[in-house]
């Protein structure tokens, strides 16, 4: 177990070193240096300024939907396996938490018996607590790494999309993002036992409410991103976690809770 808690935490300080924001007030380029610049951020760069110019004439809006769609579909299996892990968690909570109150001593022996039931339950239901962990670390690097060539590609900023500029924020925008962000996190929520825990309740609102705000600020580019990004998972929760829940439910004898 502390062998795998190990890996995890370097897998997190290795994504959070190759995606942190380095260089982010300097431009991208085929000349920018480094690592993180030269395979990460400058080819996501380079393909929505391909995307934009030389298929859409200037699209730089139409570009920024067609490479998120992209990278969402190419992690897509990536996001699946990290549903899989969070669902069959959520539904094993009952069981774990009557596990702690049959041995909710804290002496070293009924710790031990815990933790065993609780290995136990985790194998006869198929479940890895780690298991959702590494498809959100190997996404990390590349969301941002998209968000930085965004930001990064000052082509995007002399152009608008629809009814706004691309360098500029909006205030539609960032409501729309609000918007999205809240029907995503109320959906991932729904049929679970985290949309019961109050804590869990306040993070539904101050999820939205965090990047709501950054909108505001940041080029509406970003916001159009991040739109575009939750609309995918709104699409991608009703298609396959939902359908997911229920044959987990089938699967484990029709229990709900």
């Not at 920018?32 to 400058?42: K, L, Q």
């Not at 729309?176 to 109050?198: C, E, V």
Request: charged share 10%.
């Amino acid at each position: 177990m502390y062998k795998r808690l190990f890996v995890v935490v370097a897998l997190v300080a290795i994504a959070l070193f190759l995606s942190g924001c380095t260089q982010i007030n300097e431009p991208i380029t085929e000349n920018s240096e480094g690592f993180w610049n030269t395979f990460f951020v400058y080819p996501l760069s380079f393909l929505i300024t391909y995307i934009a110019e030389d298929i859409f004439n200037h699209g730089f809006g139409l570009a920024i939907i067609i490479v998120t769609l992209l990278l969402r579909t190419l992690i897509l299996p990536l996001n699946i396996k990290q549903l899989k892990s969070s669902q069959a968690m959520q539904m094993i909570q009952p069981e774990l938490q009557a596990l702690r109150e049959k041995y909710s001593s804290k002496d070293q022996q009924t710790q031990q018996k815990l933790q065993q039931e609780t290995m136990a339950l985790f194998q006869r239901h198929g479940v890895n607590p780690l298991a959702g962990c590494l498809p959100i670390i190997v996404q990390m690097p590349i969301l941002i790494a998209f968000y930085h060539a965004i930001v990064r590609t000052e082509a995007i900023e002399n152009y608008t999309f629809l009814w706004f500029s691309l360098g500029e924020p909006s205030i539609i925008m960032a409501a729309i993002t609000f918007t999205t962000t809240f029907i995503q996190q109320k959906l991932m929520m729904a049929g679970t036992p985290a949309a019961a825990n109050p804590q869990m309740q306040v993070m539904l609102y101050l999820m939205p409410v965090m990047i709501g705000v950054f909108a505001l600020f940041f080029p509406a580019a970003l916001a159009l991103y991040w739109v575009v990004g939750n609309l995918f998972m709104i699409v991608q929760t009703l298609l396959i976690r939902r359908p997911m829940m229920k044959q987990y439910e089938k699967d484990n004898g029709g229990s709900k809770k």
